[in-house]
């Protein structure tokens, strides 16, 4: 993968990662949250652009640990198979429901893929499908028949629901299930070799602990909806470990290089929510908005995700720096927030200290996000 350089002092810049020294802190701050609560187990990574990136583990991690990306799948999975889809003529972002399911409500026939992309569809946050059917293929039957939220069009509301519709649009356009289409359409061609829906073998973090056999959940999806579509959903479902998730992270951060255009991912992180307390893109989660879970230093047109489970990616588009934090906060119980400001800090450390780096020498400081930014 190749990507030009963001900044004008190249020699310190493509050295940037090879500074261990600079995010040893890394170590003690994920070992802190496993001390304090916030989770068992982690691992964490930062890089820059295509640069050989920086690992680190605690509790019971290791490198090769597989994590329960939960909504980061969203973005693992049918985000990126619905920008190549809209790139080759498959979809476009206002192709609406009834396109792809005629039987679609009249409330429901109108809403666009832009509407699901960025969660301003009014579908409900979330629902227990099998609650309204036992039968897994009736899914869309589910969603259809739902009651849409009572809000405006446009305002954003964060929609699993939605999002499992999407999947379903993308395996009618395709005719393939969506675990094969995220095989053979990202992970594959992105070398994300540890990562899949339904993953088999073993070094999963364990996840909740289910109270019908007293185990935690490992290798299977923590998610009910996702766990109710066997395994396999828009919303939920993938697993990835530390090295395959920086693989994904690199090829956002260098515009998408090796995998779509530029022009498509510059669409994909534009704000279609101003003036909301959440930014959202097609996909995307959007920094800027106060208490974002990127903390107070990357710049608001930042972008990324997060999982329920307790999983976070972030990239810089401006310096191509990016950052991901895996961890199973949700084990024993979900009843744990404490992950809420500790990745925060997270962010907010890293941050500084990529910038403290990026400004060494340079005289010039970070740059302003105009025609310099990568994108």
């Not at 693992?76 to 039987?103: H, K, N, Q, W």
Request: with cysteine; proline share 6%.
């Amino acid at each position: 993968m190749h990507c030009a350089l963001a900044f004008r002092c190249q020699i310190q810049y493509n050295t940037l990662m090879m500074n261990i020294d600079a995010f040893a802190f890394i170590q003690s701050l994920l070992d802190q949250g496993v001390s304090r609560g916030a989770y068992p187990a982690a691992a964490a990574v930062v890089g820059r652009l295509d640069e050989s990136p920086l690992f680190f583990v605690a509790g019971g991690a290791d490198l090769a640990t597989r994590f329960d990306m939960a909504s980061c799948t969203k973005t693992f999975s049918a985000t990126p198979l619905t920008l190549r889809a809209i790139e080759d003529g498959e979809l476009t972002l206002y192709d609406t429901v009834s396109s792809f399911f005629p039987e679609a409500p009249p409330d429901k026939a109108d809403i666009t893929i832009l509407q699901l992309l960025t969660h301003t569809s009014k579908f409900t946050p979330h629902y227990h499908i099998e609650n309204d059917t036992d039968d897994p293929s009736r899914v869309v039957e589910s969603i259809l028949g739902s009651t849409l939220l009572d809000q405006p069009v446009g305002t954003p509301a964060y929609s699993c629901i939605g999002f499992i519709l999407l999947g379903k649009i993308l395996e009618k356009v395709y005719g393939a299930p969506l675990d094969a289409l995220a095989r053979e359409r990202v992970f594959e061609p992105l070398g994300m070799i540890n990562t899949s829906y339904n993953p088999t073998g073993g070094n999963f973090a364990p996840t909740e602990v289910n109270p019908a056999t007293g185990v935690a959940w490992q290798g299977v999806v923590h998610d009910e909806n996702a766990r109710f579509l066997r395994g396999v959903s828009a919303n939920a479902g993938v697993f990835s470990d530390i090295a395959d998730t920086a693989r994904y992270c690199a090829m956002l951060a260098c515009g998408g290089a090796g995998y779509i255009s530029r022009a498509m991912l510059r669409k994909a992180i534009h704000n279609y929510t101003p003036g909301h307390e959440v930014h959202r893109g097609l996909g995307f989660h959007l920094a800027g908005p106060p208490l974002n879970y990127m903390g107070d230093l990357f710049p608001p047109e930042s972008f990324g995700h997060t999982g329920f489970t307790g999983t976070c990616f972030a990239v810089d588009p401006h310096t191509g720096f990016y950052t991901a934090l895996l961890t199973n906060r949700v084990h024993p119980t979900r009843n744990n927030d404490k992950l809420t400001r500790f990745r925060r800090v997270f962010h907010n450390r890293v941050y500084a200290a990529f910038s403290k780096l990026s400004g060494q020498g340079c005289g010039e400081g970070l740059p302003l996000p105009d025609s310099r930014s990568i994108y």
